[in-house]
């Protein structure tokens, strides 16, 4: 049966082919990649719970933290079960509709990720530097306002990669050689010319990843300054904590962020195919996983919460 349409260029399904030159370590690639997956679901699903549940964190930074958890499920969840099931059972076909579709919701959750990092970038320069106005500043419906507007960027200026992708003609075959529908993964199979992709994703990257780090450069200077001028060295150290935690999210984000973007685009035949493809599945799994961790460690308030619940259960069950 052929992969192609009769009426068009267009294919019926694509074969996502793994990680290229590993396929007989496929099995043991994935148990480190489930692992690290039931880490974030687990992690992140515990912290949106205990945010819910804790009044005392029912403030802007925990929220923003908790739209932070639900976006890193969403953006693993995207791709993580597809590539399982690549890595362990070899099911490889994914209908082209369906890989338009996973393409769409990576795009949107990884530009999502990005702008509530940015969010709470800015919310850390409010509660610094002004704190007397932070609880009139940064509202339920500011809060709220927000984190629409960060997902329907996302959403805006995705939509048109898949129409751009959709509409190439498929002439070369249906093999991609990757784990997941990545939008120039798809685009470098066609026999079209891509120019307008490879454009529009640069376009892209920097209205989202440039204009945050953009944002966030510029408010962690803005706070650097106000901390350097505080007078007291115990206010100092509780400023820099507050921001630690933060601080070492976006290094997890964008480090393999920009590993992947740059490969792409520029170092496509230097970099080994299965080190970028790990590098891009890392891109994904990384942030969701280590998030949890890092806020649950360098956190005071959310570490002395999961502390009290511990010792709680531990002595319930004596109890029983």
Not at 182 to 204: E, F, P, Q, T, W
Not at 254 to 267: D, I, K, M
């Given at each position: 049966m052929s992969f192609l349409n009769d009426t068009s260029l267009t294919p019926v399904s694509f074969i996502l082919n793994g990680i290229p030159g590993l396929e007989e370590v496929h099995l043991w690639i994935s148990f480190p990649l489930c692992t690290m997956y039931s880490i974030a679901i687990t992690g992140n699903f515990g912290l949106i719970y205990l945010i819910y549940s804790e009044e005392a964190l029912h403030r802007p930074m925990y929220i923003f933290l908790a739209l932070l958890s639900f976006t890193d499920v969403l953006m693993c969840t995207s791709t993580l079960p597809n590539t399982l099931c690549i890595l362990w059972f070899n099911l490889k076909e994914i209908d082209f509709k369906a890989c338009l579709a996973q393409m769409f919701f990576v795009h949107t959750f990884t530009g999502m990720e990005s702008g509530v990092l940015m969010l709470m970038a800015l919310d850390n320069y409010v509660a610094i530097c002004y704190p007397l106005r932070y609880a009139t500043i940064l509202t339920n419906s500011v809060i709220s306002k927000a984190g629409l507007l960060t997902f329907l960027r996302g959403v805006t200026l995705v939509i048109p990669f898949t129409f751009l992708t959709k509409h190439l003609p498929y002439c070369r075959g249906n093999v991609i050689p990757h784990t997941y529908c990545d939008h120039m993964s798809v685009a470098k199979i066609s026999c079209g010319n891509v120019r307008i992709n490879a454009i529009y994703g640069l376009m892209v990257a920097l209205l989202i990843g440039g204009f945050d780090i953009l944002c966030i450069t510029i408010s962690y200077?803005?706070?650097?300054?106000?901390?350097?001028?505080?007078?007291?060295?115990?206010?100092?150290?509780?400023?820099?904590?507050?921001?630690?935690?933060?601080?070492?999210?976006?290094?997890?984000?964008?480090?393999?962020?920009?590993?992947?973007?740059?490969?792409?685009?520029?170092?496509?035949?230097?970099?080994?195919?299965?080190?970028?493809?790990?590098?891009?599945?890392?891109?994904?799994?990384?942030?969701?996983?280590?998030?949890?961790?890092?806020?649950?460690?360098?956190?005071k308030q959310i570490r002395e919460i999961v502390i009290r619940f511990l010792f709680k259960e531990k002595n319930n069950s004596h109890n029983i």
């Amino acid at each position: 049966m052929s992969f192609l349409n009769d009426t068009s260029l267009t294919p019926v399904s694509f074969i996502l082919n793994g990680i290229p030159g590993l396929e007989e370590v496929h099995l043991w690639i994935s148990f480190p990649l489930c692992t690290m997956y039931s880490i974030a679901i687990t992690g992140n699903f515990g912290l949106i719970y205990l945010i819910y549940s804790e009044e005392a964190l029912h403030r802007p930074m925990y929220i923003f933290l908790a739209l932070l958890s639900f976006t890193d499920v969403l953006m693993c969840t995207s791709t993580l079960p597809n590539t399982l099931c690549i890595l362990w059972f070899n099911l490889k076909e994914i209908d082209f509709k369906a890989c338009l579709a996973q393409m769409f919701f990576v795009h949107t959750f990884t530009g999502m990720e990005s702008g509530v990092l940015m969010l709470m970038a800015l919310d850390n320069y409010v509660a610094i530097c002004y704190p007397l106005r932070y609880a009139t500043i940064l509202t339920n419906s500011v809060i709220s306002k927000a984190g629409l507007l960060t997902f329907l960027r996302g959403v805006t200026l995705v939509i048109p990669f898949t129409f751009l992708t959709k509409h190439l003609p498929y002439c070369r075959g249906n093999v991609i050689p990757h784990t997941y529908c990545d939008h120039m993964s798809v685009a470098k199979i066609s026999c079209g010319n891509v120019r307008i992709n490879a454009i529009y994703g640069l376009m892209v990257a920097l209205l989202i990843g440039g204009f945050d780090i953009l944002c966030i450069t510029i408010s962690y200077t803005m706070i650097l300054r106000a901390v350097v001028s505080l007078s007291s060295a115990d206010a100092r150290q509780k400023a820099f904590s507050t921001c630690t935690a933060h601080i070492c999210a976006i290094v997890i984000t964008y480090v393999p962020a920009f590993f992947t973007f740059f490969t792409h685009r520029f170092g496509g035949h230097t970099i080994p195919p299965h080190i970028h493809i790990i590098m891009a599945n890392l891109y994904l799994l990384m942030p969701p996983t280590m998030n949890p961790i890092v806020y649950g460690v360098k956190t005071k308030q959310i570490r002395e919460i999961v502390i009290r619940f511990l010792f709680k259960e531990k002595n319930n069950s004596h109890n029983i």
